[in-house]
């Protein structure tokens, strides 16, 4: 199968994570989370104990929604994570990541250790640059702004995703408008949020 987006990860620290048992399903969990979305062809699934994870999709349109996710489910964790176009030849057949091979999930591995040498959290490589260092340069700096914000700011900002106005926020969390707008500036929102947008809208020019 020729054209499809082979996905590979490895989780930062891993050897460090002391409660092993309750991080696997914590990783468990995330990764059946972005195996919902829409462009997942092989489902995201952990290849190696609680270090490595991988999938297949049909599109990068996504990649952002994803990397969000995963970064999301697992912190204070970090996971590091590469995304290659090309070919999967060996176990297309049985939608199964982990009897999937090719070369790009070759090419994924090479990149991914790019991504450590780097420090960076995500790379991807599609064959369409410069515009595939630009999405991965946005996500990174994405990534590295919401690690920074704290569990209340996160609870606002999802609640203000779902209810759209600081009112609806501050009625449903118990707490002060001011509050509200407070967490919401201190945690670069709506900056953020423009900066999501015009990312999906570039991610577009992909389908």
């Known amino acids: 199968m020729d054209g499809v987006y082979v996905l590979l990860g490895d989780v930062i620290g891993s050897r ?3 409660e092993r048992a309750s991080f696997r399903r914590r990783l468990e969990r995330a990764c059946e989370r972005v195996s919902r979305n829409d462009d997942v062809l092989a489902d995201v699934e952990i290849l190696k104990g609680i270090d490595e994870l991988g999938g297949v999709l049909s599109s990068p349109t996504s990649i952002d929604e994803i990397a969000f996710s995963l ?3 697992l912190r204070p964790n970090r996971v590091r994570l590469a995304l290659v176009r090309g070919e999967v030849d060996v176990g297309v057949e049985t939608r199964d990541v982990a009897k999937m091979d090719g070369p790009a999930f070759h090419r994924a591995s090479e990149l991914l250790e ?14 369409r640059q410069p515009l595939d260092a630009a999405v991965a340069d946005e996500i990174n700096l994405l990534l590295l702004l919401r690690q920074d914000w704290t569990d209340g700011q996160r609870e606002i ?4 995703r779902r209810r759209g106005t600081q009112v609806e926020v501050a009625d ?3 707490v002060s408008q001011q509050s509200v707008s407070k967490s919401l500036r201190r945690a670069s929102w709506p900056t953020i949020r423009t900066v999501e947008e015009r990312l999906d809208e570039t991610l577009r020019a992909y389908e």
Request: proline share 0%; net charge negative; glycine share 8%.
């Open 71 to 73: 970064a999301d489910d």
């Open 172 to 174: 449903e969390l118990g």
């Open 16 to 18: 460090d994570v002391e």
């Open 157 to 160: 900002i999802e609640a203000y």
């Open 114 to 127: 790019t991504v450590e040498r780097t420090d960076l959290l995500f790379d991807m490589e599609t064959g």
